[in-house]
Nanobody, 129 residues
């Protein structure tokens, strides 16, 4: 499994940016792909996750309003549309894959970062004020 994130850059506050995660080796019938971010000096946190089973994508509670995850028709690229960006969104953004066809535990909580076994290199997003 390989993942490669791209699309980061410098954007002004209030702007939008779309990140791409090119994947290979993903078997969508039993895997899911998520987006995460890590700000300087902070832990990596989940943003959103999408499966190949046709269910609704999962979003971390604080990310629902401004972020949208999607896949292209071929299923090989996962996108993260980010709107109304704020300086606090500045971080390195990563995509990761988990070897289960779900994004949350049965409780509904988003899978822990440690559950995601495969990672791409990050792409830096900088939001200027």
């Amino acid at each position: 499994v390989q993942l490669q994130a791209s699309g980061g850059g410098l954007v002004q506050a209030g702007g939008s940016l779309t990140l791409s995660c090119a994947t290979s080796g993903i078997t969508w019938s039993y895997m899911a792909v998520g987006w995460f971010r890590q700000a300087p000096g902070k832990e990596r946190v989940a943003i959103s996750c999408i499966t190949g089973t046709g269910g609704q994508p999962a979003y971390a509670d604080s990310m629902k309003d401004r972020f949208t995850i999607s896949r292209d028709n071929s299923g090989d690229t996962v996108f993260l549309q980010m709107n109304s960006l704020k300086p606090e969104d500045t971080a390195v953004y990563y995509c990761g894959a988990v070897p289960t066809p779900a994004c949350t535990y049965r409780s509904g909580d988003f899978y822990a970062v440690s559950e995601f076994e495969f990672w791409g290199q990050g792409t830096l997003v900088t939001v200027s004020s």
